[in-house]
């Protein structure tokens, strides 16, 4: 990285030689926008293999180490993205990854990308997978008023999908900011990584309005154009900045197009960001350090409990004791603000999870999918609040979704 590090700057590829009297570190394609992440030498050393965010997808090129600043790779996998490759000794590329339908495939790939041996796909044998494939995905692309790149959004089809029948929407917000989903879920344009380095900066000191716009155009397009959707019976979910985004969307004419919103781990007081240890990320999130809490500063312009006069649909809210990037008491203050505002309400917190949740968190996902089911069928019920209390996690309930 040729800036101070951050977890989204773009990655350069650079080579040198194995001599403590002539290193001679020179940039391999360098002006690739793209940020290669993974990497492997060819058997002779001439080329790396990198594997790279690229179109919503996560492929593997072959640069060469002599490539020059304006060369650009071009790909030789497209869907997927790579777990880990190895180059054999017959120069083939050992590759495992996992699709939106397999959660784990291995085969090899010629060099040039002529040609592929697969060796295991997990849908295949997986009888939980049984069925799933690259039928049941497709993509689309959208124009938004924050950027001229056109947007892509991925659609997940239920099972035994028919095009003349409708079926509701799912519309999930990625975390990060900066980066995308290699699963389901629509996209927040300008946080995009795999489009070029521009789009993946543009949300710096723009959480509440270059994303929100790319996210209600895409909504705008599933609307106008996908008649086996639904959207008057829609969810938004997310995580981390998705959930900041459905709190954003609650104070907001977005918040109104959907049944419910689910919030995980997210941002709901801006003014509160300093509540972390981690605040090299949010003063780049923030594009700056905290200066004033006035309007002056974005910790205030997108701050979610200003619109607090707005906050009216139905939210399911999810946290953990060990995200120390969102401190609980972001979820908390959000549970509890929709409840005295008279929002229907549900709540988790689980103590051992982490900001993206392991497996000790499966439990707590397993009952929020559940209610989430309830959240949406009983929300006119009557309303009365309750809280049980284990030893394994904290759970906050309102009666009229249990029902």
């Known amino acids: 990285m040729n ?12 080579v040198a030689n194995a001599d403590p009297n002539n290193f001679n570190v020179k940039s391999v394609a360098g002006n690739w926008d793209r940020s290669p992440d993974v990497l492997v030498w060819s058997n002779d050393g001439r080329v790396l293999y990198v594997a790279a965010p690229n179109l919503g997808r996560e492929r593997i090129f072959p640069v060469p180490i002599d490539a020059g600043l304006d060369y650009k ?79 892509q959004s991925w659609i997940v089809y239920p099972a035994n999908f028919s095009a003349d029948q409708t079926y509701p929407l799912a519309f999930l917000v990625h975390g990060g900011p900066q980066g995308g989903f290699y699963t389901p879920g629509a996209r927040a344009g300008t946080t995009n990584s795999g489009w070029g380095q521009n789009l993946t900066d ?49 104070g907001h004419e977005m918040g109104r197009r959907f049944k419910a919103l689910v919030s995980h781990d997210g941002v709901t007081n801006t003014l509160a960001d300093y509540a972390t240890e981690e605040l090299w990320f949010i003063n780049h999130d923030q594009d700056g350090i905290f200066t004033s809490p006035n309007e002056t500063s974005t910790y205030y312009r997108w701050n979610p ?53 392991p497996m000790a968190a499966q439990e707590v ?5 559940a209610q989430l089911r309830n959240f949406t069928d009983r929300l006119n019920l009557h309303r009365q609040n309750i809280m049980d209390i284990t030893s394994e996690k904290k759970v906050y309930r309102s009666t009229d979704l249990f029902a």
């Not at 800036?3 to 650079?14: C, K, L, P, T």
């Not at 639904?230 to 997310?238: E, H, Q, V, W």
């Not at 649909?313 to 603000?337: C, Q, W």
């Open 202 to 250: 543009a949300v710096a000191g723009h959480w509440g309005d270059y994303p929100y716009w790319d996210l209600v155009y895409a909504w705008d397009y599933v609307h106008e154009n996908l008649p086996y959707v639904d959207t008057s019976r829609g969810i938004s979910a997310g995580a981390s900045f998705g959930a900041y985004m459905n709190n954003w969307f609650q």
């Open 3 to 14: 800036g101070i590090y951050y977890e989204s700057d773009r990655n350069i590829i650079y």
């Open 73 to 151: 790779p071009s790909n030789i996998t497209n869907e997927g993205v790579p777990a880990g490759m190895q180059v054999l000794a017959n120069g083939d590329i050992l590759v495992s990854d996992s699709r939106i339908w397999s959660s784990r495939d291995i085969y090899t790939v010629k060099p040039d990308g002529s040609a592929t041996n697969v060796y295991f796909q997990a849908n295949l044998v997986d009888a939980e997978l049984a069925g799933l494939g690259p039928h049941d995905v497709s993509e689309f692309y959208f124009s938004s008023n924050s950027t001229e790149t056109a947007l």
């Open 305 to 357: 409990i200003l619109f607090y006069e707005n906050w009216a649909t139905p939210h399911f809210v999810v946290h953990n004791d060990l995200d120390y990037r969102l401190p609980v008491s972001e979820g908390i203050m959000l549970f509890n603000m929709l409840q005295v505002k008279g929002v229907p309400t549900l709540g988790g917190i689980s103590q051992d999870a982490l900001n993206d949740p």
């Open 365 to 369: 996902a397993e009952e929020a999918l």
